[in-house]
């Protein structure tokens, strides 16, 4: 059963160091989301890519976040610099698009779990 | 943002039904409910998914009011290994967003 990867799967850093996390979707699915889950939270989307193009970024912090997906593939989610407050779990999720459905079935990667010191 | 509400946590027992009630109010017109499973340290994993009325799958059945303003997860039967988390996640009509529920605890004894 194909997978939804992520990189990496733990990391931890200095408050205002970058870090970089990488996602690797379902092969064949257009709709990419990021999403970022506090301990004892439901997941909140960060992102939505259709492709290479973004959907939604309204609550991405753009003033330190940033997140690509240049070929429309796979997609990198920065922050610069991460804060205390950026401790959480980095999702990854993808789907299929099924027109007339927004929101399709999405398969989520096992996350990255970051702890800023 | 509206908020997508569930209980808390919920208890049963193995072989029983359970029913895991979300209530958003501000659900997108033209958007489907859906529900994941989340054990710890772990991604999300779909279960169901449904526009209105009743939807079943092999795992459980997804029942929707005519209102949409409400959904209820149906889970036949549960065992040790349903102990998990479940959130439903919704598209909001007012700020066009996808929220995720406010999750629920199910812990399932023998």
């Known amino acids: 059963e194909a997978e939804v990867a992520q990189s990496p799967r733990y990391k931890i850093t200095e408050k205002s160091q970058a870090v970089a996390f990488w996602c690797d979707p379902i092969s064949g699915h257009a709709t990419l989301y990021w999403y970022r889950q506090i301990l004892g939270q439901g997941p909140e989307l960060l992102v939505q890519f259709q492709d290479e193009s973004v959907v939604d970024d309204s609550q991405l912090p753009k003033d330190r976040f940033s997140a690509e997906r240049l070929k429309g593939v796979d997609s990198t989610l920065k922050i610069q610099p991460a804060e205390l407050g950026d401790s959480a779990m980095y999702l990854c999720?993808?789907?299929?698009?099924?027109?007339?459905?927004?929101?399709?079935?999405?398969?989520f990667g096992p996350g990255t779990r970051l702890t800023v010191t | 943002l509206a908020k997508t509400t569930q209980p808390i946590s919920m208890d049963s027992y193995e072989g029983q039904e359970v029913n895991i009630t979300c209530s958003h109010n501000?659900?997108?017109?033209?958007?489907?409910i859906t529900w994941y499973q989340q054990f710890p340290s772990q991604g999300p994993r779909f279960i169901i998914q449904?526009?209105?009325t009743k939807v079943t799958n092999e795992v459980a059945s997804l029942f929707i009011p005519a209102d949409r303003k409400s959904s209820t997860l149906s889970l036949p039967r549960v065992s040790l290994s349903d102990t998990a988390v479940y959130y439903c996640?919704?598209?909001?009509?007012?700020?066009?967003?996808?929220?995720f529920g406010t999750g629920t605890r199910l812990q399932v004894f023998p």
């Open positions: 449904g526009y209105k």
């Open positions: 501000n659900i997108a017109t033209n958007d489907y």
């Open positions: 996640l919704v598209g909001d009509i007012s700020s066009d967003k996808l929220i």
């Open positions: 999720a993808s789907s299929r698009s099924i027109p007339g459905i927004v929101h399709y079935e999405q398969y």
